[in-house]
């Protein structure tokens, strides 16, 4: 594939071609990541999530400088709201860094949650192993904000930041998504509120009572992000905190375990998006729905016997088995 060669050697339209290829599902996909899977692996991809508010897009912006310093290649992957007219993507992170726009070094793409509520897009796995691929460095992911299913991030990223800010609900909301067993490092973005200080602290304790990690002691940086202030120490935390990864074996186990539950969440969205179409072309199925959404037959009884017909299965095993 001639844009597949052209993306290799750095080419950002092609890069951007074939993203727009991979968010479109194309027919392509398959043979496109079978091409360029002996070119992945080298960047360092480092995951910004967060409530929003807490200044998700300024931090990445400031970090993205500051590895420009240094001459790293970036990608920036900017998961956005989706339109809900359009399903496409609100481009709000990519209009907040538009000044980096014009450096060759630094790629943004924002993509669309398509309704993923704080989440990943199912595509997010493949645009960041193009941007691999292409030659970036590090590749940065911001979400679109954290909630109970936003740990999808950790299947993506090797350093996972956690950006929160000092009002007080951020704490709660903290322990609830789990946020404290998996962040990397977290930032107490907007340091200069009252509280900031008292927050981190507070932060700490929860960390102290929380942290399983023996290889690694989560940090927290308290930052400003609008005016620089902490950016630097954050990005010295990120590159440390890959360093200790490598040197302790811990990133080859994780992205062994990423590369696991990439390969089962792709079956199970594949299976879905193949009983959704069943239901709608399988008379049997729409029989079903018609009781249910009539209140005739309980969902739970319906699918136990759905599940039961061996016709059924045999069918839709050997549907699945023809899809190319």
């Known amino acids: 594939m001639k844009l597949v060669e052209q993306m290799l050697k750095g080419?950002?339209?092609?890069?951007?071609?074939?993203?727009?290829?991979v968010e479109r599902e194309s027919a392509e996909v398959p043979e496109l990541m079978k091409s360029i899977h002996p070119h992945?692996?080298?960047?360092?991809?480092?995951g910004i999530t967060g409530p929003p508010g807490v200044g998700k897009s300024t931090i990445a912006d400031k970090l993205i400088a500051w590895m420009r310093?240094?001459?790293?290649?970036?990608?920036?992957i900017a998961i956005d709201p989706s339109s809900p007219f359009t399903g496409g993507a609100v481009l709000g992170d990519r209009i907040r860094m538009q000044h980096h726009s014009v450096d060759e070094g630094v790629f943004i793409r924002s993509v669309a949650a398509r309704?993923?509520?704080?989440g990943l897009p199912q595509t997010t796995s493949e645009v960041i192993k193009l941007m691999d691929a292409s030659g970036k460095d590090i590749i940065l992911v911001e979400t679109v904000g954290c909630g109970q299913s936003e740990l999808d991030i950790m299947k993506n990223v090797d350093t996972l930041i956690v950006a929160l800010a000092p009002e007080s609900g951020d704490a709660v909301q903290t322990m609830?998504?789990?946020l404290c067993e998996v962040a990397d490092i977290f930032v107490v973005n907007k340091a200069d509120r009252p509280g900031a200080q008292d927050f981190a602290l507070e932060l700490q304790a929860m960390l102290w009572i929380?942290?399983?990690?023996?290889?690694?002691?989560v940090p927290i940086i308290t930052t400003e992000a609008v005016t620089d202030v902490g950016i630097e120490e954050l990005f010295r935390e990120v590159e440390r905190h890959?360093?200790?990864?490598?040197?302790?074996?811990?990133?080859?186990?994780?992205r062994r375990q990423q590369r696991r539950e990439q390969f089962i969440r792709k079956i199970e969205w594949k299976i879905t998006t193949e009983l959704r179409k069943a239901i709608e072309q399988d008379g049997r199925l729409s029989d079903y729905l018609d009781k249910i959404e009539a209140g005739d037959i309980d969902p739970q009884l319906a699918a136990d016997e759905v599940l039961k017909s061996g016709d059924f299965l045999a069918e839709w095993s050997h549907r699945l088995l023809a899809q190319k």
């Open 115 to 118: 309704g993923v509520s704080g």
């Open 176 to 178: 609830k998504a789990g």
């Open 69 to 76: 310093k240094k001459d790293l290649k970036v990608g920036v």
């Open 242 to 254: 890959y360093q200790v990864l490598g040197e302790t074996g811990q990133l080859f186990q994780r």
């Open 210 to 217: 929380s942290s399983g990690r023996e290889w690694w002691k």
């Open 11 to 21: 080419n950002a339209l092609a890069l951007s071609r074939l993203i727009s290829k």
């Open 40 to 46: 992945i692996g080298k960047a360092h991809c480092v």
